[in-house]
């Protein structure tokens, strides 16, 4: 084209400018891609622009304007979360418009028109390939995403479920319909499979969700068979930039395996403890064999009310099994004796007695005894010694003698 032509064909052009905006405006194939680009009020200028960048790629084809300003227009649309094919369609429907002028400048034998033709035509082609070589990987990567994320939920151990704004569930992993125990978990509203006894919490999440986007607790299900569980559950919802709901999510764990786990947890707890009050109430009277018929007993620690029945409990206990004579108890690991304690010596003594054995209580300190005398504590005739060798000594002792006077009244009959 000279720049006669050129002249001619670009006056030709702005000349039907209004008719064939209009015309854009009226034959539109996809509002939705005008909203993407804040078009309902400004689409006239919009084309406007449009009109006039396909005018300088059919008169300038090798600026690289085109492919700027494709990428451009690309961009925008997918920064607005609408598909950038929209946008294509777009702007092929303003090329077509503008090619359609042409013709028509063709038919009335403008001079360069038929050349200008030629070059929208080739410029419409320039920018299809700069849309697909700028958007056809993105589009490729995000349909990779989207298969991704899919098979992510689908192999997720915790359900997810996704609904419309108003609780209709549009997807439902297999994860959330196994908890649920049914396919119809994937359809219907979120609220179907939520226990009666929880539907005046629903109130609560939807107010929390709505003013902070989520809610975090837990919730009672219950299974199409009719039986129930508890789940931790995370409620949220996806706006818009505008702040508009578009979807309400929930990702749920079933709480029974952590259920079972706790209670398994405290039955061990339990019955550990009831072990070690066990060892513990033998520890609290331990009762050694030092020779025959002399048992030990040595306590340790604090004395008091709930311990000496125990005491005496073992005590009687290993007597009457052993046939003892003597039971040395040594105070020395007593920390404090005083009239409680001694109290309880007393009666541990006396116990004994009535099953035919003596008590030799070892351990006696100087302040222990100053402490017996100050409390006037009558220990009944019991055989007292300051260290446990002194009373080992004394009940062995006197076994030995009960026994050398048996054997002798035996031979004298």
Not at 144 to 163: H, Y
Not at 279 to 299: I, K, N
Not at 373 to 394: I, K, Y
Request: glycine content about 8%; proline content about 4%.
């Amino acid at each position: 084209m000279s720049g006669a032509e050129v002249s001619a064909f670009r006056r030709a052009m702005l000349q039907r400018r209004p008719e064939v905006l209009a015309r854009l405006v009226e034959t539109s194939p996809n509002p939705g891609s005008a909203e993407a680009f804040d078009m309902p009020d400004e689409l006239r200028a919009k084309l406007d622009a449009s009109f006039e960048a396909w005018l300088d790629a059919a008169e300038n084809p090798e600026t690289g304007e085109l492919e700027a300003w494709v990428h451009r227009l690309g961009e925008a649309a997918r920064a607005r979360g609408f598909e950038t094919r929209k946008a294509l369609a777009w702007l092929e429907h303003t090329g077509q418009g503008l090619l359609e002028a042409a013709l028509e400048a063709v038919d009335e034998g403008v001079p360069g028109a038929e050349a200008g033709a030629r070059r929208i035509v080739g410029a419409m082609n320039t920018a299809a390939a700069a849309f697909n070589r700028a958007f056809r990987t993105k589009a490729e990567e995000a349909a990779q995403r989207a298969m991704v994320l899919r098979a992510v939920t689908e192999n997720a151990p915790d359900g997810i479920g996704i609904a419309k704004p108003d609780g209709t569930v549009i997807y439902a992993n297999p994860a959330f319909c196994a908890m649920m125990g049914s396919e119809e978990a994937s359809r219907g509203h979120f609220t179907d499979f939520v226990h009666p006894d929880e539907q005046s919490k629903l109130a609560h999440m939807a107010e929390a969700s709505e003013h902070t986007g989520s809610w975090e607790g837990s919730l009672k299900y219950r299974r199409a068979d009719g039986s129930s569980f508890n789940a931790r559950l995370k409620a949220f919802r996806v706006k818009s930039e505008a702040g508009e709901t578009i979807a309400r999510c929930v990702l749920v764990r079933d709480a029974t395996p952590e259920e079972r786990a706790e209670e398994e947890r405290r039955a061990l707890e339990e019955e550990m403890q009831r072990a070690q009050a066990a060892a513990l109430r033998e520890l609290a009277a331990p009762l050694l064999p030092l020779a025959e018929g002399v048992l030990a007993m040595p306590l340790v620690g604090a004395l008091d009310a709930a311990r000496t029945p125990r005491i005496i409990e073992v005590m009687l206990a290993a007597i009457t099994r052993t046939g003892a004579g003597h039971v040395i108890v040594d105070i020395t690991g007593v920390p404090v004796v005083d009239a409680e304690v001694a109290a309880s010596i007393v009666r541990a003594a006396r116990a004994a007695e009535l099953v035919g054995a003596e008590v030799v209580l070892t351990g006696v300190r100087g302040a222990v005894a100053k402490t017996l005398v100050d409390l006037d504590v009558d220990l009944g005739g019991m055989e007292t010694w300051s260290t446990l060798r002194a009373g080992v000594a004394h009940a062995i002792g006197h076994e030995r003698q009960k026994r050398q006077a048996r054997r002798g009244a035996g031979s004298r009959r």
